[in-house]
């Protein structure tokens, strides 16, 4: 797996991590991080999904609901939340190495509310992840890595394969969340 940790602690820029990536590696990174996932969630039940874990550090600025700002997800929220970011990145990633301009966002998210089982979890996943290697295939022969671009103002510029690395980077991030949540939900079964 790319070293998001020294992403995060800011050691390392995007960029630096995917200089020398392939296709096929990213395809393997995109694998390596949903098999984490799968591996993290193997054992959960139905009621995990929904369970409301504690969370002291829960914040969503971007909250539809202004009383869920400071509420902790769910596991099914986490979900529908990172495979929705993995998209985003995926398509506008696909756009760039097509030589496409930026031109916003690419994103939809599944309403979290809606996910209650452990079936929906796993076909979510693999939606989201046949979604993913899809979007590589759109990649043509020579794609346009000499388009950097910022993928939001401030922030460091990517290519296409930067672009498509930061929303495995955002599903890393929540790995220790997911890890949390299920702790909880074994804890709270007995």
């Known amino acids: 797996?790319?070293?998001y940790a020294a992403l995060y602690r800011r050691e390392r820029a995007m960029q630096e991590l995917v200089s020398d990536l392939t296709v096929a590696d990213l395809r393997a990174e995109t694998d390596e991080?949903?098999?984490?996932?799968?591996?993290?969630?193997?054992?959960?039940?139905?009621?995990?999904?929904t369970f409301q874990p504690i969370d002291p550090k829960a914040h969503d600025p971007f909250a539809s609901d202004?009383?869920?700002v400071n509420q902790?997800?769910?596991l099914g929220h986490v979900i529908v939340h990172l495979t929705a970011s993995c998209e985003e990145s995926a398509f506008l990633a696909a756009e760039m190495a097509r030589g496409v301009q930026?031109?916003?966002r690419s994103r939809y998210e599944v309403p979290w509310e809606t996910v209650?089982?452990?079936a929906q979890i796993r076909q979510r996943l693999a939606e989201s992840r046949r979604m993913l290697h899809a979007s590589l295939q759109m990649w043509p022969d020579q794609p346009h890595l000499?388009?950097?671009a910022e993928p939001w103002p401030g922030a460091s510029p990517v290519d296409a394969r930067g672009r498509y690395a930061l929303g495995l980077a955002h599903a890393w991030d929540h790995l220790g969340q997911i890890e949390e949540i299920v702790r909880q939900a074994?804890?709270?079964?007995?």
């Open 1 to 3: 797996m790319l070293d």
């Open 33 to 49: 991080i949903y098999d984490t996932i799968e591996r993290l969630i193997a054992d959960c039940t139905d009621a995990d999904v």
């Open 66 to 68: 202004p009383n869920a």
């Open 72 to 74: 902790a997800w769910t």
């Open 102 to 104: 930026l031109h916003g």
């Open 116 to 118: 209650t089982t452990m």
């Open 146 to 148: 000499d388009y950097l």
């Open 186 to 190: 074994r804890a709270a079964r007995g």
